[in-house]
């Protein structure tokens, strides 16, 4: 069902900091932060020959990454994205197998103008997963 791993997201406090970690010594082409205050975050995008990885920076009071910076002070990986033709169908297939997807269930507009959902980190392996539809 899933497809191609989309993105791999990194929460930091400093997205400054964290972007000449990935440009100056990783050597990555890095875009200028992006501020998505309808999800909370400000957002750097790097591309990979192969995926993409995403930092994401706690913006405003109420950011769905502050609680977990709070228990990574020095930043972590926060979710993987991997792709699905339908949002829907996926979402139904996991539900009927005992997934929970978190939210009201129903998929919201992601970081890419695209529909995304995001699953619970107990039922999969302790890591966030986030499905967008492509
Ligand atoms: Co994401």
Known sequence: MIGRL???AIA???????????????GANVSAPLPQPEHGVTVVFIELPNTKVELLEPLGAHSPI?????????????HVCYEVNDIIAARD????????????????????????LFL???????????LEQV
């Open 6 to 8: 989309n993105h791999i």
């Open 12 to 26: 930091v406090t400093d997205i400054a900091a964290a972007s000449a970690v990935y440009r100056d010594m990783l």
């Open 66 to 78: 502050a609680k977990f910076l709070e228990k990574n002070a020095d930043g972590g990986m926060h």
């Open 93 to 116: 297939r996991l539900k009927a197998a005992g997934a929970r997807v978190l939210g009201d269930g129903e998929p919201k507009i992601g970081a890419h103008g695209k529909p995304v």
């Open 120 to 130: 619970h980190p107990k039922d999969f392996c302790g890591a966030l997963v986030e």
